[in-house]
T-cell receptor, first 115, second 115 residues
Framework: KAGVTQTPRYLIKTRGQQVTLSCSPISGHRSVSWYQQTPGQGLQFLFEYFSETQRNKGNFPGRFSGRQFSNSRSEMNVSTLELGDSALYLC??????????????FGSGTRLTVV | AQKITQTQPGMFVQEKEAVTLDCTYDTSDPSYGLFWYKQPSSGEMIFLIYQGSYDQQNATEGRYSLNFQKARKSANLVISASQLGDSAMYFCAMRDNQAGTALIFGKGTTLSVSS
């Protein structure tokens, strides 16, 4: 099985711009989650999409949004970029193995630098 | 609120030695799952081991084992026979019904293995 693919790997953007990141999950996985990783705040949950619907959302401003397509690929968008948005953005696709056990598989991330 | 605490910012070990990485958690939910992930400098989060709150035995996966002490709310990762390739950041994470599908991560522990 191919793993979780995130594109691009690296991005440099200017304050005020917007950016779109892409995530292709493992084939057959219908759930995609996004996380932001910074040195100061660590790993924080952004949102999760399941069958094209946002199922869960973390505590981030409305500038952060996402969507999921019918093929389960997901995109996240950050508008009006701020310096503090510089981070590694990780995507995870998941499937329920049995009962409460969910297997989360992460991609390699997109490293966003805002200048 | 749910919380994961990793009190060791850095750990140092020699090749072939065993090492224990500490993790304590806090949740009021009786049903939860605990995860350990490895993050090399490349950024990808690699799943290591899972422990469910109702699992009767401590989880093991190859050189990784989990010392699960439910009453103490601790889930320490034990790596036996350390290898140079084990040098990385290690994260403990939890999922419970309150968090829904989101993973709550600790701040991580940097493990350095020397020859």
């Amino acid at each position: 099985k191919a793993g979780v693919t995130q594109t691009p790997r690296y991005l440099i953007k200017t304050r005020g711009q917007q950016v779109t990141l892409s995530c292709s999950p493992i084939s057959g996985h219908r759930s995609v989650s996004w996380y932001q990783q910074t040195p100061g705040q660590g790993l924080q949950f952004l949102f999760e999409y399941f069958s094209e619907t946002q199922r869960n959302k973390g505590n981030f401003p409305g500038r952060f949004s996402g969507r999921q397509f019918s093929n389960s690929r997901s995109e996240m968008n950050v508008s009006t970029l701020e310096l503090g948005d510089s981070a590694l953005y990780l995507c995870a696709s998941s499937e329920t193995v049995s009962g409460p056990r969910i297997v989360y598989t992460f991609g390699s991330g997109t490293r966003l630098t805002v200048v | 609120a749910q919380k994961i605490t990793q009190t060791q910012p850095g750990m140092f070990v020699q090749e072939k030695e065993a090492v224990t990485l500490d993790c304590t958690y806090d949740t009021s939910d009786p049903s939860y799952g605990l995860f350990w992930y490895k993050q090399p400098s490349s950024g990808e989060m690699i799943f290591l081991i899972y422990q469910g709150s109702y699992d009767q035995q401590n989880a093991t996966e190859g050189r990784y084992s989990l010392n699960f002490q439910k009453a103490r709310k601790s889930a320490n990762l034990v790596i036996s026979a350390s290898q140079l390739g084990d040098s990385a950041m290690y994260f403990c994470a939890m999922r419970d019904n309150q968090a829904g599908t989101a993973l709550i991560f600790g701040k991580g522990t940097t493990l350095s293995v020397s020859s």
